[in-house]
């Protein structure tokens, strides 16, 4: 098999949604709103809520995280959360493309108009990220807005290359939460294609060492299952025969163990 990555992407994004949580244990979270409306795949819409809200995790500074859907074809959709303990919502940018730096800026930003006076802007600017061609892997993105006073400016990564430090902040999270050792046993674990997990008490450092872990085996690719934050709802995953890789938040770690 070959990469997870699909070749020749249209939009830098495919779907923008924010996602109340669970608000009484009777009532999931779901979904206010989503853009583009046309955006009309049921089974991923109904898997985003359980992945921004995987479980009960302390929420007390603005947080970025990624997760990852399987399609049918064995290919990846990126989802890209941001929680803010000021608001009671979650922002998933959902992608193609494996590229968290720009995406969790591109969050902040529109987090920043979702929650300000100017919240009315917001759908035009997502038209316009949307509507963008797709820069070149290593090029920048410039997104015009406000009527073309401003631009939105943030490097596109080479997804196609070993991660490096500090540019890479997935790779960063990684050196600081793992030391030499174990990187190692997990590189040779993932080599004898194991069944690994990562356990944390925070989302993103969590998905961070999921992602990086992935990512430095490069050029070689993990064909096996890749949750980097497994809700609550998918806990019998752990029970698979079949190798993985899997970011276990510890709340769930402790009921699974």
């Known amino acids: 098999m070959g990469s997870r990555i699909r070749d020749n992407v249209k939009h830098l994004f495919q779907c923008f949604c924010e996602v109340v949580g669970q608000q009484s244990p009777d009532k999931e979270a779901w979904i206010i709103q989503k853009f583009p409306e046309s955006y009309r795949d049921e089974e991923v819409l109904k898997s985003v809520p359980k992945f921004a809200y995987p479980c009960d995790f302390p929420n007390t500074i603005v ?19 941001r929680h803010d303990p000021k608001t009671e919502t979650a922002l998933v940018l959902l ?24 919240s009315d802007e917001l759908w035009k600017f997502l038209e316009s990220v949307y509507n963008s061609s797709v820069p ?11 009527n073309g006073r401003d631009t939105f400016v943030c490097p596109c990564p080479n997804q196609f290359q070993l991660p490096s430090i500090p540019e890479n902040r ?61 809700p609550m709802a998918l806990m019998d995953y752990l029970l698979a025969p079949m190798p993985y890789l899997i970011g276990v938040p510890e709340v769930i770690y402790q009921v699974s163990y």
């Open 63 to 81: 947080q970025h995280y990624s997760f990852v859907l399987t399609s049918i074809d064995s290919k990846w959709t990126f989802g890209f959360c």
């Open 95 to 118: 992608s193609y493309l494996p590229w968290h730096e720009s995406f969790y800026k591109l969050l902040n930003h529109i987090a920043e108009i979702n929650y300000s006076s100017k």
């Open 136 to 146: 070149d892997a290593g090029r920048t993105l410039q997104i015009p807005f406000n």
């Open 170 to 230: 997935n790779l960063t999270e990684y050196y600081n939460a793992v030391d030499g050792h174990n990187m190692m046993v997990i590189f040779a674990s993932m080599l004898y294609e194991r069944r690994i997990i990562f356990t944390s008490k925070k989302l993103y450092r969590l998905s961070a060492c999921v992602q990086s872990a992935n990512s430095i085996i490069y050029p070689m690719n993990w064909q096996h299952i890749f949750i980097p934050v497994l």
